[in-house]
Antibody, heavy 115, light 113 residues
Framework: EVHLVDSGGGLVQPGGSLRLSCAAS????????MSWVRQAPGKGLEWVAN????????YYADSVKGRFTISRDNAKNSLYLQMNSLRAEDTAVYYC????????WGQGTLVTVSS | DIVMTQTPDSLAVSLGERATINCKSS????????????LAWYQQKPGQPPKLLIY???TRESGVPDRFSGSGSGTDFTLTVRSLQAEDVAVYYC?????????FGGGTKVEIK
């Protein structure tokens, strides 16, 4: 059975940093591009970033470009999102998901940016 | 960026009746090389991550009931729930994967009348 377990969310002050993790199991992680998708409270879905199978290609939404960094460790079947210079508008549930068709999803981890 | 516009924002349908959700892309998402529409549909219930229902505009994901169907091509797409069940109450999203950035529609909330 496929499992994506998101972790690392929490409360952080504006300007702060946070690193999200996603542990994958039950499928061949190296066969998939992976993405982070976020959902602000009561709002719709927003793609944040994705990374190719090898980790050599990375793409970002304009809203996070230069502040967030996506990475993966294929030996650990894990996906990461380093978030720096966080803003109030980054407050959301962050999901990892297989990409570009989002067939597998994590349960999400809540990031709250507030003073 | 390809903008995805869903209509309506919400709809209320009686149990057993048909629900129809529309999705329009600002650019063509049909790739002529393989004649595939790079369009997916998702269902999201409260407190849960989205669930993939349909991809390539009309291919049902494994395990999805056949009352869910997708149609359309180019820039205009439709998700139809043939006979609405109580468990279908959710928000539905379309998404294009033709080009980066990957973009979603704003969502359509489906309720029981």
């Amino acid at each position: 059975e496929v499992h994506l377990v998101d972790s690392g969310g929490g409360l952080v002050q504006p300007g702060g940093s946070l690193r999200l993790s996603c542990a994958a199991s039950g499928f061949t992680f190296t066969d998939y591009w992976m993405s982070w998708v976020r959902q602000a409270p009561g709002k719709g879905l927003e793609w944040v970033a994705n990374i190719n199978k090898e980790g050599s290609e990375k793409y970002y939404a304009d809203s996070v470009k230069g502040r967030f960094t996506i990475s993966r460790d294929n030996a650990k079947n894990s996906l990461y999102l380093q978030m720096n210079s966080l803003r109030a508008e980054d407050t959301a549930v962050y999901y990892c998901a297989s990409s570009p068709i989002f067939d597998y999803w994590g349960q999400g981890t809540l990031v709250t940016v507030s003073s | 960026d390809i903008v995805m516009t869903q209509t309506p924002d919400s709809l209320a349908v009686s149990l057993g009746e048909r629900a129809t959700i529309n999705c329009k892309s600002s650019q063509n998402v049909l790739y002529s090389f393989n004649n595939k529409n790079y369009l997916a549909w998702y269902q999201q219930k409260p407190g849960q991550p989205p669930k993939l229902l349909i991809y390539w505009a009309s291919t049902r994901e494994s395990g999805v009931p056949d009352r869910f169907s997708g149609s359309g091509s180019g820039t205009d797409f439709t998700l139809t729930v043939r006979s609405l069940q109580a468990e279908d109450v959710a928000v539905y999203y379309c998404q294009q994967y033709y080009s980066s950035p990957l973009t979603f529609g704003g969502g359509t909330k489906v309720e029981i009348k």
